[in-house]
């Protein structure tokens, strides 16, 4: 079993809820973005 700091805790806690707050939009936007740039790059 792992023990946890509090302020471990606290650390997972406030990144949970940052991966929770992140929307497939977001993601899917941010794909396209560097789909664009890396075709840029190759040419």
Same mark, same amino acid.
Do not use: P, Q
């Given at each position: 079993m792992?023990?946890?700091? $509090? $302020?471990?805790?606290?650390?997972?806690?406030?990144?949970?809820?940052a991966?929770r707050?992140?929307?497939?939009?977001d993601? $899917?936007?941010?794909?396209?973005?560097?789909a664009?740039? $890396?075709?840029?790059?190759?040419?």
């Amino acid at each position: 079993m792992i023990t946890l700091s $509090d $302020d471990e805790v606290a650390l997972l806690r406030s990144l949970r809820t940052a991966l929770r707050g992140i929307k497939v939009r977001d993601i $899917d936007k941010a794909l396209v973005i560097l789909a664009k740039s $890396d075709r840029g790059a190759k040419s």
